[in-house]
């Protein structure tokens, strides 16, 4: 059997992944916002990238046979599953501390952002910079052809992605502790997640 990883709540974590694998990763509760980045592992410098991957595809929410881009225009990971109603995002940063400053939080409040640096720390690794995330499960409609809303995910507890590493990377993804906003549902509670790779 294959192991089953988790995506500890308001967490990173970080995984090497070799070129062909699959990685699914799994909505456990239905409702949780997983920000996944994904690093050639040979050169971090070239990072999955969503302003490069958009026009590649055609399209601002990627669905199976899609392959998302660097930012050399290389694939660096392919959907090839997906049991969720195809409800992701491309287009929102991480969030960090500005963001929840914005809303309102005071003092520190964990973010993606900090995830994203610490489970790269975790093997020995610093990102480059902090591209923009895949958000997968995040629900960011777009009204009119220009307003977006945060809205709760529709996915259900149990759905997953499956994503293709097309080359040796470093992929991480973080449990979003967005709770002040519904992204994460409409009680805003922040669960694990999990992930598996074959």
């Avoid at 699914?24 to 916002?33: K, L």
């Avoid at 996915?155 to 994503?163: E, I, Q």
């Amino acid at each position: 059997m294959t192991e089953q990883m988790t995506i500890p709540a308001r967490n990173g974590v970080a995984q090497r992944v070799a070129k062909g694998q699959i990685v699914q990763v799994v909505n456990t509760y239905g409702s949780q916002v997983i920000d996944t980045w994904a690093f050639n592992a040979d050169d971090l410098n070239e990072f999955m990238s969503m302003e490069h991957s958009r026009p590649s595809m055609g399209k601002i929410i990627p669905e199976v046979g899609d392959s998302l881009v660097t930012n050399c225009r290389r694939p660096i990971l392919t959907i090839t599953e997906d049991s969720t109603p195809g409800v992701h995002d491309t287009l929102v940063a991480a969030c960090d501390r500005y963001r929840y400053e914005m809303l309102g939080a005071e003092g520190y409040h964990d973010n993606c952002t900090d995830n994203l640096s610490e489970a790269l720390k975790e093997l020995g690794l610093e990102p480059p910079e902090v591209p923009s995330p895949l958000n997968l499960f995040m629900n960011v409609p777009v009204s009119n052809g220009k307003s977006i809303s945060f809205e709760a995910p529709v996915s259900r507890a149990g759905d997953h992605v499956s994503l293709r590493a097309e080359m040796d990377l470093v992929l991480v993804f973080s449990s979003c502790p967005q709770d002040m906003v519904p992204v994460n549902g409409e009680f805003m509670t922040v669960t694990d997640a999990h992930y598996t790779v074959a």
